[in-house]
């Protein structure tokens, strides 16, 4: 069984940065890709960002260049950077967990709230 525990979230003005970070409790951390997703008011869920277990990123075009996505194994944790905060960032970020061998998302956390007031 594999829980997540967001926190990092927080309300800030456009411009700033926030550190998101996600503790994955369970086992064989290694063997699942981590991922980054919100959602805003009204919006679907959108993927952000994830990162292979090898450490392979991807980011969405949304946020190219300004978020970066990075994970710690030795304290099995995942990180959200993100630099240069604009208001439409504002959503509920989750952190999600996938075995290599799947392609869903399995395992979500409840969520951390980001507001960026401009």
């Known amino acids: 069984q594999v829980e997540l525990a967001e926190s990092g979230g927080g309300l800030v003005q456009a411009g700033d940065s926030l550190r998101l970070s996600c503790v994955f409790f369970g086992r064989d951390f290694s063997l699942y890709v981590m991922g980054w997703f919100r959602q805003a008011p009204g919006k679907e869920r959108e993927l952000v960002a994830q990162i292979t277990s090898g450490g392979s990123t991807y980011e969405a075009d949304a946020v190219k260049g300004r978020f970066t996505i990075s994970r710690d194994h030795a304290k099995n944790q995942v990180y959200l950077q993100m630099n240069s905060l604009k208001s439409e960032d504002t959503a509920v970020y989750y952190c999600?967990?996938?075995?290599?061998?799947?392609?869903?998302?399995?395992?979500w956390g409840q969520g951390t709230q980001v507001t960026v007031s401009s």
């Open positions: 999600a967990a996938r075995r290599i061998s799947t392609s869903t998302y399995e395992y």
